[in-house]
């Protein structure tokens, strides 16, 4: 498990943290089978595979759009993100997360933090903004997760062994 330097820089700072909770997301995935990581547990619906969707939606949007960067052509309607389709496979949806964080982690190493960029509202947007947001939404969604996951079996806590 990674740990946050106690006297790193600011961007390993951050993505080190950004790193810990996109590993927790993948962690609260293990030993489930599909039908538990579709399972709606929420009345809105929310399930742990359509977390993640959306997490590999946005970190695609977030590091990659916004900073005139190349992505992949989705095969879902961002707006839908959080919505799991019986086409998609439990491999397909994982294996995407990986390839936005391979392509967000690229952005992070090759982008100053000072380096701006467009939102997709519109805003103007520093790389510093943008992973303090990652951040948070990732570290957000990590904790939904959690409720989720032990919802399902009653495991818990934030990474192994903890």
């Not at 359509?50 to 052509?73: D, I, M, N, Q």
């Not at 397909?92 to 391979?102: F, N, P, S």
């Amino acid at each position: 498990m990674k740990h946050v330097p106690f006297t790193g820089g600011e961007k390993e700072s951050l993505q080190v943290s950004l790193d810990r909770h996109r590993d927790a997301v993948l962690w609260k995935l293990e030993g489930l089978d599909d039908e538990q990581l579709r399972r709606p547990m929420t009345p809105s619906g929310t399930n742990l595979l359509g977390l993640v969707k959306h997490l590999a939606s946005v970190e695609y949007g977030w590091f990659c759009t916004t900073f005139g960067r190349e992505t992949e052509p989705l095969w879902f309607d961002p707006e839908e993100d959080m919505v799991v389709a019986a086409g998609e496979s439990t491999a397909d949806i994982v294996e995407l997360y990986g390839r936005a964080r391979a392509a967000a982690d690229q952005a992070i190493a090759e982008l100053d933090l000072d380096t701006l960029g467009t939102s997709w509202s519109g805003n103007t947007v520093s790389m510093r903004w943008v992973l303090i947001h990652m951040l948070e939404d990732t570290a957000r969604h990590a904790g939904h997760m959690d409720i989720v996951r032990e919802l399902i079996d009653g495991a818990s806590g934030d990474h192994p062994g903890a």
